[in-house]
Structures are given as structure tokens and as C-alpha cells.
């Protein structure tokens, strides 16, 4: 696959891409997790890429979002969908929910979005999410007990490279290897030539070794699990609390990831324990056992009387100072009986077996000497015995756990990949839930789309081919007000061609234009939309203008004519919402030019609002019959406005100043308010 065809991936991150195993997989299926694993590639990035790879599969030029108003809505829905996604990999997996402009990729999505709406975000899946993050592969692992060695140069290379976690050494010949083998518990060597070699020590001659690392550094795989322990379990809890599968026995994961602690160390075999204590306590033991020793020997010397007859004196004077045969003689059994303690202490102690229990016997012995001391090669002797002994068992321990989590794997990964994609879908489901969403329904044709329309009833395109673009919204409420959402009133518009908005002050026109841009942009990016019902066109682009903060100086003023130049060019299917463009400039020529414009775009298949306070004099200045719907205020209530927020089609709203007027002429007998009245 040529990665540079992707909108926005360029050499360096088409090279980062080659690097990931299966690339394209990921790419087809949007899957951010495992781009973010190609080398330099941040999560943000790895959305952009997927969003491009998702436009490229469905052959989408995008560009709905066709001015800055636009994509800050776009932008809001996604703040909102992220806010209740609980990781972080949820809240980028978002990202790649973009507006689609073609069907097959809106109905992609809305495919995953029904099912995503029957899952229910409860407080424990929420807990138990918040623990789920993408797995870790852990790196800077150092295995020091095992080497491997090899004589040639290019194989040393491929060693370093394929088995950071072992030291490699480059060996002349076995007598190298022998000499290895007396500083690690295990020398592998990746020459054939030494196969059916006498060596002392555990000497391996594996030639395959490095075409399976993970044979030898099962150490690899444990680090793994280890360090991922805590999502692991967090995904297992997560399918728990949820109705999702697990892909694997979640009893036997917990079983195995019990048997490796944090640092990948086998935990939990008595033996291994037992071998470990004591090696790490054998010092220790030594010591008391000595002391052991010669309290039992000081306490039967102070109480013995020693009769030396004259003899042994004669011959203990001319000897010098030996008293050893004198102990030996005098005190035989109480220093055998010493010995024995010393050596049951160390056998209890350390909880000796078999072999080094008689290795132990011959740390004390010899001839009696008070006070008793230790003989140093036979702790060593008793050392590497303990120490060879714990390295078998922990290797092998670890190979065979290794083993088990190896088969886990795949499934571990699947395990926590749902787990993540859960959050995605359980975000969607609390933005439907919060904000009373239902799924849209799509009519028209304002797109072309070489394909077939789909039969499913989602964005049926068959329907109504000859009809303008526009939309139904019934029982909208814009979820970005600056009112409570359960405060917020429900509204009913529907527009289908080009149409003016009229109302009174604050009645919640450009409200209703955020509420009509949110919902075309959501229901393209194939979520539900906040309405009762929502039937739309399926857009080619939104070009959302807000209101200007004030009159344009000349260049301002231009370059926005020029824009909407540009607009009135463009191509059909475009849906135009535009709030009160009059600001711009004097309103005597604010009304012709935007009859100018509505001029134009009604010779279009193209939908536009324009909200203006100008709509009686731009619809006389406008050659066509231009439609005016209006927010009306119902009355007015303690000097407050009552506004009913659904527009009335075909009608042109009265302006507030009038409503006064006319408040005032009805409260007052005087002639002035009757004649202000008739002004308007
Ligand atoms: N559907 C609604 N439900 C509840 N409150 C609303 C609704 N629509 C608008 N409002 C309230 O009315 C206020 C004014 O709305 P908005 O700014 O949309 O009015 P406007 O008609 O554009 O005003 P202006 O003519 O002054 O530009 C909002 O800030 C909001 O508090």
C-alpha cells in the first residue's frame, strides 16, 4: 500500500508506518492504538492518519467543515463525545469520527453507533476503564544470569540486535565458552560447530536460538504481562461489568499474571522461595549457626572441672599452648553436640533438602577448636549450590509461564483493544443518553455519490431526487446554549432551499443556527443527533458564517464579498447559514447585497438560512420571491419578552421595537403611538 496517498502522510510518516507489523490492517480499520505504536507517531497524529486512511477507503474529499464557524461546532461535538469518554485512547479514537460527505462512510459509522446505543455507561464500567490503557511493550528488559556467545562477528551482530535483553560474547573457542559459563548460570551458544561439546556448566549449543527470541528471553513475555498487569485485569473487570465476551478465560489470566510480579519475577512457588531465602540469608545463617555453636561450647566449658594429670600437663607445657587434643579429649561430646546445632540450625533455618543439608554438614567439622568457625569453601560449595539450583527452577518457572501467556496473548490483546473501543462506544451512548439524541434519517440527494443509495432505510437517496436540500429538525435542543439542557426549549424548523430568518431580539435565531449546523455535522459524522426527529440532506459542504462583531473597514468588507463570491461559484449540495451579514456594512446596502447573494444561491441545488433584521427590505430588493419564516414573540411578560423559539414558516416576525409600540398604543389613548404604529 502506498502510504503517501493518504491525505496528510507524508515520506517520514510513511516510513514510520512501514515499520508497524501489519499496517494496513490498522489503517483499514481506523485503528489509532496500533498507529500510535509506529515509531514518533503521537496519538493525535496517529487519529489524523486514520481519519485520512477512512477518506481514502470511501473515496471521501471531505470538506464539510467549510469555514472556521463550522469546524468550531465540529469541534464542540467532539469536546462534548470526549468529555464522557473516560481513556485517553477513547477520547482520540473520537477524532477519527469526522463528517463524512459520503454514504458508505456515514453508514459505516452509524452501523457501529446502533449498537453502540444499546450499551449502558454504569459507574463500575466507568471505574474500571479509568485503569485501561494501551498495552505496553516494555523496553530496557537486562537478563543477567544467561549470555550468549558465538564466534562469528555478523552472527554477534544479529544477537545484539534480535536479544538486547542477553549480553552477547564473541568466544575463540570452548575453553572460552567454559570460562563463560563460570559467570552465568547459562551460556547459549548460537554455533552449530559446538553442538555434542563436553562443557561443564549449563551450556547450551542452540544455532536457532535467535529465529525465536522469545525461546530465549522468555523473560520477554513476562515483562509484558507484568508490566501491563493492571490494564489486563482493568479490561477483564470491564467485559466483567459489561456485556462484552471476553476473548479468553479471564479466571485463567488472573491465575497466570498472579505467578509474575511488577518486575517479571516468578512469585508464588514455594520452592523458588525456598531456594531464594536461602541463598539471599545463607550469610546470615552461617553467623548465628556459629554463635549457636559457642554458646553451647562456652556454657559446657564453664561448667566443667578439668583434672589435668601430671602427664598431660608435662606435656601440654612442653607442646606450647595446643589445647586441642585437650578439648578433644575433655570436651568431645559437647563439641559434637555444638556441631550438630549449628548444622540443625542451619538446616531449619534455611530450610535445607537432601544434598545441601549434607553440604551444610561440612561447613562446621575437623578438629574441636573453640570458639567454632566456619569453613569458607563449604558456604561456597553450599552457595552455588543454592544459587544453581534457584536459577534452574526460576528458568524454568519462567519458560513454562511463558509458555502459557504466550497462547494468551493474541487474546489479551483483543481483550483490552475491546475494552478501549467499549469506552468509544459508551462515550456515544452518554452523549445520545444526555442529550436525548435520536438517530437521523437522510433524504434527498444533495450529494452525488456514484453508489447505489442503500435500501436500509438509513440514507435512503432514492427518495425525493427532485426535491431542493434542506431539513426537518423536530424537537431540537442545541446542547451548547448557555442554559441548562433540561432548561433548554425544544424547536421545530425545516427549511428546504434558500430562506431568511427574522426575529426579535434574542428569540434564539443564531441559537437555531448552531443547533442546525450541530445537527448536520453530527448526523454526518453518523452519530444521533439531539432532536425528537431529524431528516436531513446529506450535505457537500457547511459554510457557516457568524456574526460580524461590528461595520468592516473597506478590505474586510471585500475579502468577505469575495467569500461569498466564492460561494455563490461553488458546487450544489452545500448547505449556507449565515447570521445577520447586514452588520457588515450600512443596512441600506446590506440589503441589496445579501438579495444579491440569496439571488445566486437559490439558482442552486443549495440550502441556505440567512438570520437577518432586514428581511422586509432585502426581500424587496431581491428579483425572487425570497422566503421569510420568523422567531416570534408571543407577548411581553414584566418587560421580558415571551418568544415562542420555533420559527413560523412564511412569516415575517415583528421586529421588538414594534412589539413595544404596539404594547404602548394598546395601553394609551394618545394619537403618537397609533401613528408610530403605522411606520411599521
Ligand atoms: N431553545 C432555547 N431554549 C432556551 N433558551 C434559549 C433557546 N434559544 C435561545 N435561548 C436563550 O436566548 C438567548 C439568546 O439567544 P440568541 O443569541 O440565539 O438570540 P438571537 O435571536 O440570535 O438574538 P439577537 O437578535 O440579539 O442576535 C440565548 O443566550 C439563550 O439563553
Redesign the pocket.
Known sequence: MAFESIPGVGEKTANALAELDDPETALQQGDVLTLMDAPGISEGRAAAIARGAIRQRHDDPGGLLATDQARDLYDSILKLLQERAVTTYAKKRLETLYPATKESRIEEVRATVEDALQREPTPELREALADVAPLESPSGLRVRERCLATTDAERYAAAREAVPELSAEVVDDGHDIEELARSYSTVIVLDEAFAGGDFSGDVRVLPDALESPADVVPERLLAFFAENRGTLLAAGRVHEASELEPPLDLDALTESLSRVDEDGTIVGDEELERLATAVDDLDAAVGTAESVANDHLRDAIKERDVTIEGQDFLSLVEQGARVDSLLARELDDAFDAALQKAHDHLVDSLDLTGHEAELADHIFGGEPTFPVSRRDDAVSRLNTELTTARDRRSAELKADLADELAAHKPAAEELVRNALELDVELAIAAFARDFDCTMPEFVGNAVDDDEAAGDDGGTDDTDDAASRPGFTIEGGRSPL???DFA???P?DYSVEGVTLLS?V???????LLDLVGLIVIAAQMGLPVPADHAQLSRFSELHYYA?SQGTLDAGAFESTLQDFGDLVAGADGRLVLVD?LESITEPGASAKLIAGILEALDRQQTAAVFVSHLAREIREAAAIDVAVDG?EAVGLVDGELEVN?SPVKDQLARSTPELIVEKLADDDDGEFYESLLEKF
Request: aromatic share 0%.
Open positions: 446554549l448557555d442554559v432548561a433548554v426549549e424547536v426575529g431580539n434574542s428569540g434564539g435565531k443564531t441559537s456574526k445577520e422567531i423559539r
